[in-house]
């Protein structure tokens, strides 16, 4: 399995509250994603790096900004929690952009009340 | 329009029959296009790629891509009760994103 480990996996939090994510990788690969999934939705993208402190939004990102101080860690931030942010957050890393190379973390299940 | 779209489901087949799950895109430039399975309370694991016209096979999946029609779509021959999970279609977009479609529950009945 794919060096990835998402950092909380549940957390249960307030709303209006500072929460982060960490996704930590073993496999030195330059690419790193955070998406949110939702049921009737699939994977929605939130942000994406290309590289330290190289980021992009993705088709979500209101209310959600990242860092990625390491190539190992890829931090997602929600600045204040709001209860429409209750998901599964994961993270996903690649070596390259082929797509055949696109690991999944275990996910982190966010509940914001 | 999303720019990927899949029907939700939930598909249910019998065990043996074949599944047919499909996908549409809306990006004409995109190139590749990946299915993805994930179990309940899983994370998504890669099962197909395909970046051709045609099929391409592997083991009892099938997958077809028609880039004029803007339509991909997997079959799963000889169904299983293994194989009920949710199937995710994803394509690389013109801005280089991977996006995904809402997904399909597939369920196999015994």
């Known amino acids: 399995d794919a060096g990835i480990t998402q950092s909380p996996r549940h957390k249960v939090t307030e709303t209006g509250t500072p929460v982060t994510l960490r996704c930590h990788q073993t496999e030195n690969h330059r690419y790193m994603y955070w998406y949110r999934q939702d049921p009737g939705h699939g994977l929605r993208l939130i942000h994406y790096s290309y590289g330290v402190k190289d980021t992009d939004k993705g088709e979500v990102s209101d209310g959600y900004s990242v860092s990625r101080s390491k190539t190992e860690d890829f931090l997602l931030t929600l600045e204040s929690a709001t209860s429409s942010q209750t998901s599964v957050y994961f993270c996903?890393?690649?070596?390259?952009?082929?797509?055949?190379?696109?690991?999944f973390g275990e996910g982190s299940w966010l509940t914001v009340v | 329009q999303k720019e990927v779209e899949q029907n939700s489901g939930p598909l249910s087949v019998p065990e043996g029959a074949i599944a047919s799950l499909n996908c549409t895109y809306s990006?004409?430039?995109?190139?590749?296009f990946f299915w993805y399975r994930q179990y309940s309370g899983k994370s998504p694991e890669l099962i197909m790629s395909?970046?051709?016209?045609g099929d391409k096979e592997d083991g009892r999946f099938t997958a077809q891509l028609n880039k004029a029609s803007q339509y991909v779509s997997l079959l799963i021959r000889d169904s299983q009760p293994s194989d009920s999970a949710t199937y995710l279609c994803a394509s690389y977009n013109q801005g280089g994103k991977l996006i995904f479609g809402q997904g399909t529950e597939l369920s196999v009945k015994p």
């Open positions: 990006d004409r430039v995109s190139q590749s």
């Open positions: 395909i970046y051709s016209n």
């Open positions: 996903a890393i690649s070596e390259d952009r082929s797509g055949n190379t696109i690991y």
